[in-house]
């Protein structure tokens, strides 16, 4: 099993910045894809970034700009840079990552989520 925990929401005002990290632990032989989702109150969970193990990024449309995905493969863990936040942006947070066991078996992981609030 792959455990997650995730760090670093809060309360902040507009154009205001968070830095949330998400560090994974547990049955780990490798971790490919490591993303962050979000989900506000009455709509869908949403991708907002997410990074390959070879370093590639990708971003959300509504983001691209003002957040940055990075990842530190020796520890397991991602972190998501949000600068320039609107409050739109609130939602909770949920770090999600695909990984490999030592048996080779595939697992997809969620954190617990946690909460982002942009407002005045």
């Known amino acids: 099993q792959v455990q997650l925990v995730e760090s670093g929401g809060g309360l902040v005002q507009p154009g205001g910045s968070l830095r949330l990290s998400c560090a994974a632990s547990?049955?780990?032989?490798?971790?490919?894809?490591m993303g962050w989702y979000r989900q506000a109150p009455g709509k869908q969970r949403e991708l907002v970034a997410g990074?390959?193990?070879?370093?590639?990024?990708n971003y959300a449309d509504s983001v691209k700009g003002r957040f940055t995905i990075s990842r530190d493969s020796a520890k397991n863990t991602v972190y998501l840079q949000m600068n320039s936040l609107k409050p739109e942006d609130t939602a909770v947070y949920y770090c999600?990552?695909?990984?490999?066991?030592?048996?080779?078996?595939?697992?997809?992981?969620w954190g617990q989520g946690t909460q982002v609030t942009v407002s005045s």
């Open positions: 999600n990552t695909e990984s490999f066991d030592l048996l080779g078996r595939f697992n997809d992981n």
């Open positions: 990074i390959t193990s070879g370093g590639s990024t």
């Open positions: 547990g049955s780990i032989f490798s971790i490919n894809a």
